[in-house]
């Protein structure tokens, strides 16, 4: 079974308005972290938003949040205010047993390339 | 400060040479990864070094993939004979632990492989 799962291959949106992208993971861990990473054209990855299993609250960093529905078991990112930079492939990440005890590893989902037009 | 370097950017080889990757991890940082993303997916980590020790390669095709990290700092990963299915882009990331809790991973520009 997939760890990560992000469903939608491609989105639009138009500059200025809010674009949310789903991410749903699966983990019998408790304790786990989230990632959201974009990747420009260029290839590097780049780290937008952390999420923790045990946090209270969403996360959230400028522009980018994190809508984290635990019991869904999702972690949807929501960018407000799109910006044509913004146009690039996201990925949705997981590390398991995020308590500490573990090296770390990452798990990622498929990506989901979003365009946003002028 | 300095990000993660990798070279060369770009390599194109045909199916069964050999060829090798280089990686300088952000300076002072433990934990060096080395993943590979085909086309179309999402990155999979290949190995995972702290300091010099390997702590994670159960996904490296050891029958052709080595990957070492000479005192605990650059790496290098080779593939040896390459097959026209090791074509994708193979980023190296590092972090400052060991790469546990909210640690964040830091990528390179990443080396795209082509082979014919």
């Known amino acids: 079974a997939q760890k990560i799962t992000q469903t939608q291959p491609g989105m639009f949106v138009q500059e200025k308005e809010a674009v949310t992208l789903d991410c749903t993971y699966d983990?019998?861990?408790?304790?786990?972290?989230l990632f959201w990473y974009k990747q420009p054209s260029s290839g590097e990855m780049i780290f937008l938003i952390y999420?923790?299993?045990?946090?209270?609250q969403n996360a959230t960093e400028g522009r980018y949040s994190l809508n984290f529905q635990k019991a869904r078991k999702s972690a949807n990112l929501v960018i407000s205010a799109s910006q044509l930079g913004d146009s690039a492939m996201y990925f949705c990440?997981?590390?398991?047993?995020?308590?500490?005890?573990?090296?770390?590893?990452?798990?990622f989902g498929q990506g989901t390339i979003l365009t946003v037009h002028p | 400060e300095a990000g993660v370097a990798q070279s060369p950017r770009y390599k194109i080889i045909e199916k069964r040479q050999s060829v090798a990757f280089w990686c300088n991890p952000i300076?002072?940082?433990?934990?060096l990864y080395w993943y590979q993303q085909i086309l179309g997916q999402g990155p999979k980590l290949l190995i995972q070094?702290?300091?010099?020790?390997?702590?994670?390669d159960s996904q490296l095709p050891k029958d052709r993939f080595s990957a070492e990290r000479l005192k605990g700092v650059d790496s290098t990963l080779k593939i040896q004979p390459a097959k026209l299915e090791d074509s994708a882009v193979y980023l190296c990331?590092?972090?400052?632990?060991?790469?546990?809790?909210?640690?964040?991973?830091?990528f390179g520009p990443g080396t795209r492989l082509l082979v014919l």
């Open positions: 990331a590092s972090s400052a632990g060991r790469g546990a809790g909210s640690e964040t991973q830091y």
């Open positions: 983990t019998s861990d408790q304790s786990y972290g």
């Open positions: 999420q923790g299993s045990y946090d209270e």
């Open positions: 990440a997981m590390r398991e047993n995020a308590g500490g005890t573990s090296y770390g590893k990452l798990t």
């Open positions: 300076s002072g940082h433990a934990t």
């Open positions: 070094f702290q300091n010099n020790g390997v702590v994670d």
